[in-house]
């Protein structure tokens, strides 16, 4: 009762601001310039009919992919996430780089973790839940750790997008700016 009360008073309160629609007028002044107004003022004016305002709707909003994975019973593994690198993070004159992880309860004996690069397997299925990268080309990649049971099926799964970013070896290194010797 209580909550219909007060959205009816809320309804009530509102319903002004719903019934207030401001006319637009056009007038042209003594030196011929158009003057747009919400009053029509002394001069002749006419009212502007306006088309209705767009709306447009925010499109849905879509998880970070790294959200830790909780899928507790169905396959024994309530968390599973990549730690490092973060999603979207830029990593600096580097082509090797390494990825962890992090997996709770531990690996069960017979599931192993799998490395994907751009959706390619990089390197074996292993137990550990690291990874070391090597000679990996600049640019945007997406990583993905997928937890496999014998058969090689998908039991949980975390993914990232990095950007590895190296400094050109067209470019010459910087000379070290020389320090005054003290007196």
Known sequence: MLKTIALLFALVALLPFSLIQAEIYKTVDEKGNIIFTDEPGDNPAEPVKLNPSSIISPPPVIPINNQPSETEGQHGYNFFTIKQPLEGE???????FKVSTEISPKLKAGDSLQLYLNGKPYGKKQKGTSFNLANID??????????????????????????????????????????????
Request: glycine letters at 6%; zero cysteines.
């Open 90 to 96: 830029t990593i600096r004159n580097a082509g090797n």
């Open 138 to 183: 600049r640019g945007t990649h997406d990583l993905s750790v997928k937890v496999l049971n014998e058969e090689g099926k998908v039991l949980n799964s975390a993914n990232v997008k990095v950007h590895l970013k190296q400094t050109s070896k067209l470019l010459p290194k910087p000379k070290p700016t020389p320090v005054p010797p003290s007196p």
